[in-house]
């Protein structure tokens, strides 16, 4: 174990006294030339004197070292054996791994674990990272019945604005209510009024609450509200050395178009774009995409958001570090931690879509992207830009360019702001600035996991239904939200009876009276709500699956797909391939206009196995309860890509997904880790395997950074800390790292080489010659001769000669000889046609070249024979 890596938690003074406590931190942090600021020293000396700690701070003033410190004493309890774990919390699986191997760094693997839903590394350690459900659904199912060393005595809850969101703010809320003998930090640069908070807590705990609050930033930012051209504000801004310029918008196809619009700028000279090609050295940049974002970083310009490849933001995020971009035009995802220094926050607009209309940013929102502007050590002060709309602007241009020419001026015609938009003002400008945020307000939720995880507790003494009753009379909804609730659990707790999950008992009270009382009949599995809750039913439903059938392996992979969450974007876009493809098949059938839009309601994304697992869901929920509130959601892109033998590439450009390929590589790696998962022994045959395999190399081949810190999570090693963070240089920072050769995995490539064969099946189905040429012309199979070879089986079956459905797909239809001539770099592959009658007399042969495989990154072959028997 590294010196560095274990340097906090060697920096332990073997004591829990509050001054000895803060007086070994104040040196390790010194020791690190970190002083801390005058709120950082309040907030921990509150903190190590036990306290609970409300820091609402500017972003940059340094929240994280504060959390560092509460851990630090947190685990000295721990090892004296007078406290138990702290657990940070965050609202994204990303920043809690991202907090994860920070924490690894300084105080050991050891000493830290974590747990996202999707992973679990280390779950008993001492010092625990977490998304908030996680924690929400412990403190429900425990309540504060954990002592010793398994006990939460410290919460340190990150990004606590969260708290006031309408989908997830019941998980900031849950352990302020059922852990009264936790200690909280609460931490957030936009809190607003926190006097509830600390009324609430107060009460609740009976420990003290320190308010540790500063209006004074380490790099104080100025406001501008701007009525030049957005190119003259940011040429301006570049040349004045007021850059990194972090230009704000509210949709990622809006952040590349404004890069692209700045190509026509010099946003760098020649030898800082000279300095920025250096620094990408081989950097893979894939097409589509990747070629765009290429051109842009050459030119000086950054793209960042959340649709992105992790590599192509990591590559964003280490040029900007480096000083090397003046310009990242993104989306509001930097108000949510992003590691991207920025001197200058460029607003474009203060309205946004909020999934329901377009409104005006509040003054949370405003200022949590404002204050990302300034950077801690390298500026003394930070600029926040806010354009006025563009219909503003150009009325200006045309104002000034009359000049005092009272005909000219009369002649303006003034531009109005589009119909319909939401308009905003200086005068908006200058309430957002002037305005602190919003006061949090509650969203509790009640639902039937929660429910079921507070009547657990009868498994530890407690009486349920009064930790349930306190918890719908506690919670800080008004009262007439708190009836709504009341209502929701009579009606989960009906359906749970119905179900025979619990049956009414009589309960002795300390006081000798029986009441009526809830008793749980089955046994709960003890983590139903903290992972994936639909693995389960993944696992279940694979019994319906017919292991001989020839889609099974296809038929596995849908099971597993309708447990995953939607990749939004990619399933509307197969809707519209769907659509359009069903426009043109109803017009060449005569249908008119208005029978064809009837018609297309009913098109929709694939959904494979729908029929079959949505009655068998819904007799799981019956004797499952706690998946109620769960919803099943068949669809098919792996299966998709498997079915069209795409690459990751061929399937952006056919899905048109260039803008949202990260949307669907995050999807593609967690399929993969289902396959990995949640296959059960039974069904992981070895096309299945294959299969899984083939997804692997598929998303590595993509973009390896989303699997290696999986694996990474499952094994971290504190002597590779240094590695784990990236501080190597860009060329071998999860970007142009050593490729793993497509032949790497044989197993994977038996897939690629699969598919291979199967495109040209496909095309040869549609008579598609062209296309077929295109392929294999080089090797004297143009379109005319593909015409010769296939033209007598077309005569000889009809229309409908060749397969391509799940028979035809069949891996019993490819044979595969791994070596030509003693030489196993070279392949012979069959590919058997299907027809109508099952006669498989017809055939594709080719000889694939592996060595010229692993140079292109993709199969190589060579067709050498196509006809009959």
Not at 74 to 92: D, H, I, K
Not at 779 to 796: C, K, R, T
Request: hydrophobic share 40%; net charge negative.
């Amino acid at each position: 174990m590294s010196t560095r890596t274990a340097s906090l938690a060697a920096a332990l003074p073997g004591s829990t006294d509050p001054d000895a406590l803060f007086e070994a931190f104040e040196e390790w942090a010194a020791g690190r030339d970190l002083e801390l600021y005058p709120a950082q020293s309040e907030a921990l000396m509150e903190l190590v004197s036990g306290q609970h700690v409300i820091l609402a701070t500017p972003t940059g003033s340094g929240k994280s070292l504060v959390a560092m410190g509460a851990h630090f004493a947190a685990l000295a309890a721990f090892q004296a054996g007078r406290g138990g774990r702290t657990y940070y919390t965050a609202p994204l699986k990303a920043l809690v791994s991202e907090k994860f191997f920070a924490l690894v760094e300084v105080f050991g693997s050891e000493n830290v674990g974590m747990m996202t839903g999707d992973s679990s590394v280390n779950p008993g350690a001492p010092i625990i990272c977490c998304t908030a459900e996680i924690l929400a659904n412990v403190a429900l199912r425990d309540g504060g019945s954990r002592t010793g060393a398994d006990a939460i005595s410290q919460v340190v809850m990150d990004e606590f604005h969260f708290y006031a969101d309408p989908q997830r703010g019941w998980a900031w809320q849950v352990p302020l209510l059922e852990l009264p003998g936790t200690q909280f930090l609460l931490m957030s640069a936009t809190l607003g009024d926190t006097s509830f908070f600390t009324e609430d807590l107060e009460k609740r705990t009976g420990r003290d609450v320190a308010l540790v609050t500063s209006a004074q930033r380490p790099v104080p930012l100025n406001f501008e509200y701007v009525l030049e051209p957005l190119g003259e504000v940011v040429e301006d801004l570049v040349h004045t050395h007021r850059a990194p310029v972090y230009i704000v918008h509210f949709t990622q196809k809006d952040a590349v178009d404004r890069a692209q619009s700045l190509l026509s700028m010099n946003v760098a000279t020649r030898e800082e774009k000279a300095a920025i090609a250096d620094e990408l050295g081989d950097f893979r940049f894939s097409s589509g995409f990747g070629r765009m974002l290429s051109k842009f970083l050459r030119h000086g310009v950054g793209v960042h958001h959340a649709g992105m490849l992790p590599k192509y933001r990591r590559v964003v995020e280490r040029l900007t570090q480096r000083g090397l971009l003046k310009v990242v035009c993104g989306t509001d995802t930097l108000g949510v931690g992003i590691n991207v220094p920025i001197r200058t926050v460029l607003f474009t607009s203060l309205v946004k879509y909020d999934g329901e209309r377009m409104r005006h940013l509040t003054a949370r929102e405003f200022h949590q992207i404002a204050g990302r502007a300034g950077r801690a050590g390298f500026d003394t002060v930070g600029d926040v830009l806010v354009m006025a709309p563009e219909h503003v602007i150009e009325n200006r241009k045309l104002v000034q360019k009359a000049g005092d020419d009272p005909k000219k001026l009369k002649k303006i015609v003034r531009k109005k702001a589009p119909e319909g938009s939401v308009n905003w003002t200086d005068k908006t400008f200058e309430r957002l600035r002037d305005s602190e945020p919003e006061a949090l307000t509650s969203h509790f939720t009640v639902n039937h996991a929660m429910v079921l995880n507070v009547l657990a507790r009868s498994e530890h003494g407690e009486d349920p239904v009064g930790a349930l009753r306190h918890l719908l009379t506690a919670n800080h909804d008004n009262e007439t939200a708190k009836a709504k609730h009341v209502r929701q659990v009579f009606r989960i707790y009906r359906s749970l009876r119905q179900a025979g999950i619990v049956e009414k008992i009589r309960v002795r009270g300390d006081d000798g009276i029986e009441r009526p009382g809830v008793r749980l009949v089955v046994d709960l599995p003890r983590d139903f709500a903290l992972n994936q809750p639909l693995s389960p039913f993944a696992l279940a439903a694979q019994e319906l699956l017919d292991v001989e059938s020839p889609t099974h392996a296809l038929d596995v992979v849908s099971v597993l797909e309708a447990t995953l969450d939607d990749p939004r974007q990619v399933l509307y876009a197969q809707e519209r391939a769907a659509r359009g493809e069903a426009i043109g098949a109803l017009k060449a059938e005569g249908y008119e206009y208005e029978e064809r839009m009837a018609m297309l309601e009913d098109v929709t994304w694939p959904r494979p196995l729908e029929e079959l697992l949505t009655p068998a869901f819904e007799s799981y929920k019956r004797g499952n309860p706690w998946v109620s509130d769960q919803e099943l959601r068949p669809k098919a892109v792996v299966r998709d890509m498997v079915e069209r033998a795409s690459t990751f590439s061929e399937y952006v450009s056919r899905y048109q997904l260039d803008r949202t390929e990260g949307v669907l590589l995050r999807y593609l790696a967690d399929a993969y880790r289902a396959m990995r998962q949640t296959v059960a022994a039974e069904h992981r045959t070895e096309e299945v395997e294959e299969l899984t395999e083939w997804l692997g190399e598929l998303v590595k081949g993509t973009d390896s950074s989303l699997l290696d810190e999986w694996e990474r999570l499952a094994n971290p090693v504190d002597d590779d800390a240094d590695t784990l963070v990236g501080d190597g240089p860009l060329s071998g920072a999860g970007a142009s790292e050593q490729v793993r050769p497509v032949t790497g995995s044989l197993r994977a490539f038996r897939v690629l080489v699969r598919n291979a064969m199967f495109r040209r099946v496909e095309l040869a189905s549609r008579e598609a010659y062209t296309a077929l040429g295109a392929l294999d012309a080089a090797d004297g199979w143009d379109a005319d001769a593909w015409a010769d070879a296939l033209d007598p089986m077309f005569e000889e079956y009809g229309d409908d000669a060749i397969g391509i459905t799940g028979a035809a797909r069949s891996p019993r239809l490819v044979e595969m000889a791994e070596q030509v001539d003693g030489n196993s770099r070279r392949w012979a592959v069959r590919q058997v046609l299907d027809d109508p009658d099952g006669d498989h007399a017809w055939h594709i042969r080719a000889i694939v070249d592996l060595d010229a495989s692993d140079e292109a990154g993709e199969v190589v072959l060579h067709i050498t024979e196509v006809g009959s028997l």
